[in-house]
């Protein structure tokens, strides 16, 4: 039985995620994105609608969640830190 699925989270490792989950359908259907920034509501993101915040899930608990956190850091600043 395929289960509802969404991803909390718009960013490249968001689109990484979606990618994957594209190439293997047969358990999922993949219903869009969830992001709280309201200037995006409605739009495109990676070829799929960002269907809403993440209040959506209140009214559509049946959905399975996944939620995509990145860690942003600055080769940069690891080099210093390494002492390279």
Do not use: C, P
């Not at 899930?57 to 850091?73: A, I, P, R, S």
């Amino acid at each position: 039985m395929e289960k509802n699925l969404v991803i909390y989270g718009t960013g490249g490792f968001a689109r990484e995620v979606h990618e994957i989950l594209e190439r293997n359908t047969e358990n999922y259907n993949f219903l869009g994105f969830l992001d709280d920034n309201e200037l995006l509501m409605g739009t495109e993101v990676h070829g799929s609608r960002i269907i809403g915040g993440l209040n959506w899930l209140e009214d559509n608990l049946e959905t399975q969640l996944l939620l995509v956190l990145g860690v942003l850091f600055s080769k940069g600043k690891l080099s210093i830190k390494s002492g390279k």
